[in-house]
C-alpha cells in the first residue's frame, strides 16, 4: 500500500511540473484552444466596435515609467473588426503636472516636461480581474520599428514594484523579444532575449503571433509560436523577506510604449503605430 501510494504521488508530482502542452500547436481567432487539464476561465475576443470592456479593463494616465515619451490616454485604444487597436501617435499632449522650477536631474522625471511629443494608451485587468497560475495567451502583430515597446506582462497584486513581482511575457524593443521575470525587495530578475532576425522571416512583423505562459507553483515558461523563450523556476524567486510574488495573484497589462529607457529612438519613425490584439484568453 505504502509503495503504490509513493508512485500516485509521484506521478501527480510530475504532472504539476510538466508544461503544459495545447491540443493544436496554433490558436486560432476564431475559438479556444484546449490545453490538457485547464479550462477557459476568461478571455476578451474584442468582437464588439468601441471602445474596450470597462468590465474587463481599466487605463493607466499619464507619464508613467521608464522615462518613456509616451502620454497614455484611453482615448489611444479601441476595438475594430475583432481586434484591439493600441495606437501610438505623434502628437503633443500638455502635461497638467509640469513644474518648470523642477530640477531636470531630480527623481521626478514627469515634472520638468512641459509636453509629451507621443499619445499611447495602456490597458490593464488591476482591481477587476487577477489570477493565481495558469495559462495566459494572447495572439497578437506588433510594429518592431525604432522606439517603440508593446507589452503584454502582469504585475503582482500585492505591493510596490518590485516586490509584486513582473512577468514579461512579450517585451519588444530594439530588434528583440524580450521574455523577463521580476521579483524581490531590490530588483532580480531572469532575462530573456530572442531576436526578431533568429525567425529568418522578412514578413515576421506583418503576421500575427501567439505568446502564451504557461504558470504553476514550481516553474514559469514562456512561449512565442510554441517555440521555448524562458524558464524561471520558482524555487528560486524568493524575496529579501521570505516572501514570493509569483506564487501570488496577477493582474495582465497591455501597453504600446514610445522610446523611454529601452525603447530606442523614435525620431524617424513614422507615426501613428499600432499594437493589434485578436484576443487575450485565461485557462486555468
Known amino acids: 500500500m505504502r509503495i503504490a501510494l509513493r508512485v500516485l504521488i509521484a506521478c501527480i508530482v510530475l504532472f504539476t511540473q510538466t508544461p503544459i502542452t495545447p491540443a493544436s500547436a496554433q490558436a486560432t481567432s476564431d475559438s479556444a484552444i484546449s490545453y490538457k487539464g485547464r479550462k477557459l476561465v476568461w478571455a476578451d475576443e474584442f468582437t464588439k466596435n468601441g471602445r474596450p470592456s470597462r468590465r474587463n479593463w481599466t487605463y493607466e494616465t499619464g507619464f508613467v ?18 481586434l484591439l487597436i493600441i495606437e501610438a501617435r505623434r502628437e503633443r499632449k500638455r502635461n497638467p503636472n509640469y513644474d518648470p522650477n523642477y530640477n531636470p536631474k531630480g527623481s521626478n522625471w514627469r515634472a520638468p516636461r512641459q509636453y509629451a511629443e507621443y499619445t499611447s494608451a495602456s490597458l490593464m485587468t488591476k482591481g477587476l480581474h487577477a489570477w493565481k497560475y495558469g495559462t495566459f495567451e494572447m495572439r497578437a502583430r506588433i510594429d518592431t520599428r525604432k522606439g517603440l515597446w508593446p507589452s503584454f506582462w502582469t504585475l503582482g497584486v500585492a505591493g510596490k514594484w ?22 524581490g525587495w531590490v530588483k532580480k530578475w531572469d532575462l530573456s532575449r530572442k531576436p526578431i532576425a533568429d525567425f529568418n ?10 505568446w502564451r505562459m504557461d504558470w504553476n ?3 514559469i515558461n ?6 521555448l523563450l524562458n524558464t524561471t523556476e520558482l524555487k528560486n524567486t524568493y524575496d529579501g ?3 514570493n510574488p509569483l506564487r501570488k495573484p496577477h493582474y495582465l497589462l497591455l501597453n504600446m510604449a514610445v522610446g523611454g529607457r529601452n525603447g530606442g529612438n523614435s525620431s524617424n519613425t513614422t ?5 493589434e490584439v485578436d484576443y487575450v484568453r485565461v485557462y486555468q
Open 222 to 227: 514562456i512561449f512565442v509560436d510554441d517555440i
Open 162 to 183: 518590485p516586490r509584486n513581482g513582473e512577468i514579461d511575457i512579450l517585451e519588444y524593443y530594439l530588434g528583440a523579444l524580450h521574455a523577463n521575470v521580476w521579483w
Open 201 to 210: 522571416d522578412p514578413n515576421w512583423s506583418k503576421k500575427f503571433h501567439v
Open 217 to 219: 507553483a514550481y516553474r
Open 271 to 275: 507615426f501613428p503605430a499600432r499594437f
Open 241 to 243: 523577506h521570505g516572501k
Open 65 to 82: 515609467r521608464n522615462r518613456e515619451l509616451q502620454w497614455y490616454q484611453p482615448n489611444n485604444a479601441w476595438c475594430q473588426d475583432g
